[in-house]
């Protein structure tokens, strides 16, 4: 089965969390998409012109 889930990114640091991850700041934060994991994500943030975006280490599970 293929999960989609929430992505956000932190417009601060440029990184990409996924949903319930607490690193992802209140404020600061634009909603990515409901994407299959973080690779896609970061694709599609980076072809939204987020050009440094970096995956979270905290919820790259
Ligand atoms: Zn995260």
Known sequence: MTVYV???IDTKTN???QFGC???PIEDNIYLGIYR???VAL???KSKGF???SICN????
Do not use: G
């Not at 905290?58 to 599970?61: G, K, L, T």
């Open 43 to 45: 694709i599609h943030a």
């Open 37 to 39: 994991n973080l690779e």
């Open 22 to 24: 607490n690193h992802i």
């Open 51 to 53: 050009i440094n975006t």
């Open 15 to 17: 990184e990409i969390h």
């Open 58 to 61: 905290s919820c790259n599970i």
């Open 6 to 8: 929430d992505f956000y």
